[in-house]
């Protein structure tokens, strides 16, 4: 069975420092994607950064970057500089490559920027 | 402007009267998913179509069918709604590259009584 897990319920961050955001994932498919999105308080589900299963390097966009360990099956999400406006439900998700539109999300993290 | 729209937004009904949340995209993307959220279990799928005609069954297919009759539009429908579909329902459309996210629509409060 496929499976994506969040354990930090509830995160607090000073603005302008970095946070992590954990995700660690259980697959047998030798091939996968790994996705993050955020949803603010708004309710809106926004897509933040893809990593592949054979990707070299860790994803980067903007201020967001995966830090992918494969061995470890993890799939941390790193926020650099944290805004106010970074404060939201951030959601690991996994999709299986054989099963293109198939997708496993986790139970979700929500970040707090403290000004 | 790139969309995915949902109607309606909200909606109260009673156990066992037949409903349908629409779902339409505006970006020709072959692949659309349904979802529903609750609270400490983060999102899970309910029905995912790969283009017109081709479905599958998600995580959580029960009490939900689903059609693909035109590539914008993939209707949810809840034959006979049962207070545990109480929910919040996204739909979802992506590109076919694997590096695409998905777009996602602003989401259906359901509530069955």
């Known amino acids: 069975a496929q499976k994506i897990t969040q354990t930090q319920p509830g995160m607090f961050v000073q603005e302008k420092e970095a946070v992590t955001l954990d995700c660690t994932y259980d697959?047998?498919?030798?091939?996968?994607?790994l996705f993050w999105y955020k949803q603010p308080s708004s309710g809106e589900m926004i897509f933040l950064i893809y990593q592949g299963s054979y990707d070299q390097q860790n994803a980067t966009e903007g201020r967001y970057s995966l830090n992918f360990q494969k061995a470890r099956k993890s799939a941390n999400l790193v926020i650099s500089a944290s805004q106010l406006g970074d404060s939201a439900m951030y959601f690991c998700?996994?999709?299986?490559?054989?099963?293109?539109?198939?997708?496993?999300f986790g139970t979700g993290t929500s970040l707090t920027v403290i000004p | 402007e790139a969309q995915v729209t949902q109607n309606p937004r909200y909606l109260i009904t009673v156990t066992g009267k037949k409903l349908t949340v629409t779902c339409s995209q505006n970006?020709?993307?072959?692949?659309m998913s349904w979802y529903r959220q609750d609270p400490g279990l983060g999102l899970r799928q309910i029905y995912y179509s790969m283009n017109v005609e081709v479905t599958d069954k998600g995580d959580v297919p029960e009490g939900y069918k689903v059609s693909r009759k035109e590539k914008r539009n993939f209707p949810l429908i809840l034959e006979s709604p049962s207070p545990n579909q109480t929910s919040l329902y996204f739909c979802?459309?992506?590109?076919?590259?694997?590096?695409?996210?998905?777009?996602f629509g602003p989401g259906t409060r359901l509530t069955v009584t």
């Open positions: 998700a996994m999709r299986r490559t054989h099963s293109i539109n198939q997708f496993y």
């Open positions: 697959t047998s498919d030798p091939s996968y994607g």
């Open positions: 970006m020709n993307h072959e692949y």
């Open positions: 979802a459309s992506r590109a076919g590259a694997e590096t695409y996210g998905q777009y």
